[in-house]
């Protein structure tokens, strides 16, 4: 079992930056891609981006340029620092972690992130 928490969310102006950290318990951790999903008032949860345990990673097109996921195995943290943003970026963020079949299984609580034009 993973438990995930996710901070750093908040309130920022149109252009601003937050860094996101998702903490987790348990080193195997360590072995497992991550994402962070986001889910707006009325719409579908959407993957955002992910890194794998080697540190290969993705960025759904609306983020790329702007946003960088991160890992750090020795803190059982993931980041992601998002900069240039934007309204259309609010949401509540949750990171995720894979179960022994390859599915984003584990959720943490979500960190609310909004921004104001």
């Known amino acids: 079992q993973v438990q995930l928490v996710e901070s750093g969310g908040g309130l920022v102006q149109a252009g601003g930056s937050l860094r996101l950290s998702c903490a987790a318990s348990?080193?195997?951790?360590?072995?497992?891609?991550v994402a962070w999903y986001r889910q707006a008032p009325g719409k579908q949860r959407e993957l955002v981006a992910s890194?794998?345990?080697?540190?290969?990673?993705n960025y759904t097109d609306s983020v790329k340029g702007r946003f960088t996921i991160s890992r750090d195995n020795a803190k059982n943290t993931v980041y992601l620092q998002m900069n240039s943003l934007k309204p259309e970026d609010t949401a509540v963020y949750y990171c995720?972690?894979?179960?022994?079949?390859?599915?984003?299984?584990?959720w943490g609580q979500g960190t609310q992130v909004t921004v104001s034009s």
């Open positions: 890194i794998t345990s080697g540190g290969s990673t």
């Open positions: 348990g080193s195997i951790f360590r072995v497992k891609p």
């Open positions: 995720s972690s894979t179960n022994w079949r390859g599915q984003y299984a584990y």
